[in-house]
């Protein structure tokens, strides 16, 4: 194995056996299959887990994604990093159980990640969905708080998302019901990425992501994201001030969003500013 992580659980289980080749015998409830990726939810000792499994994108893909200046998604090692540095970062998102790859050429090396079933939740997404995005001002309040402070630690700690849309926050619903608590955990890390800064071009394409997503199932106004800035930015500045010192970032992101928004809705953004 190039890398392997178990917790007790699957050090138990896997004893004595090759993990790569146990987890790719796992069968399940099939989630998704994009291309050399499948995701499957199974269980094991009465609890609910999620795999990942990559089995390779290939030369074709590989080249493509560098042709394209893409770093190439080759396994699961990008999502498995991202999740430690995000719990070392304070961002509520999946807990790891398993992970492990194997393969001395990227194109064809073989991973694995098995994460613990969030349970009680709903993605902001289905949430705004199924309340014909009318969510009371209260809980909108501390939903977009959580958000932004989400969004906010992950980009100060290096890390972008590069899927950052709405429906990749999910909310749990049993601490909100039993003790009025908005947590959102972030999922779907597999494309993520780690550096010292996030560079402008991701931040713009993470933040642009948030915003058009949110104005297209959450209907915010002119004061939702200004609340939203004022959390991201940790700042205690008027939000003129804000938009004096983070004004080109802003209009890149509005710029993005815009171009988002149109392509999915057909129609132009309404403005908000």
Known sequence: MCRLFLNKKFQMLWEGKD????????????FREVK?????????????YFIKLH?????KEYFKDIFQLKKPVTGAG??????????????PTMTEAAFGCRGWLKAYEKSFLV????????SLEDLAKNNEGKISFPLREKIIKALAESAGKMHRAGLNHRDCYICHFLLDEKL????????LYVIDLHRAQIRKKVPLHFLVKDLAGLYFSAMTYMFPDKKDVCRFLKSYFVSSSSLRQI????GPLLKKVQKAAEKLYEKENGRKMPQIF
Request: glycine letters at 10%; proline letters at 2%; hydrophobic letters at 35%.
């Open 55 to 59: 089995s390779g994108i290939g030369w």
């Open 78 to 91: 990008q999502e498995f990093d991202a999740l430690i540095h995000l719990h070392k970062t304070g961002v």
């Open 19 to 30: 993990p790569l080749v146990e987890a790719f015998a796992i069968t399940g409830e099939d």
């Open 243 to 246: 938009f004096s010192e983070h």
């Open 36 to 48: 050399a990726r499948r995701t499957t939810r199974f269980e094991y000792d009465g609890k609910g």
């Open 115 to 122: 994460t613990e079933e969030l349970c009680h939740v709903k």
């Open 176 to 183: 909100l019901a039993e003790e009025d608590k908005v947590v």
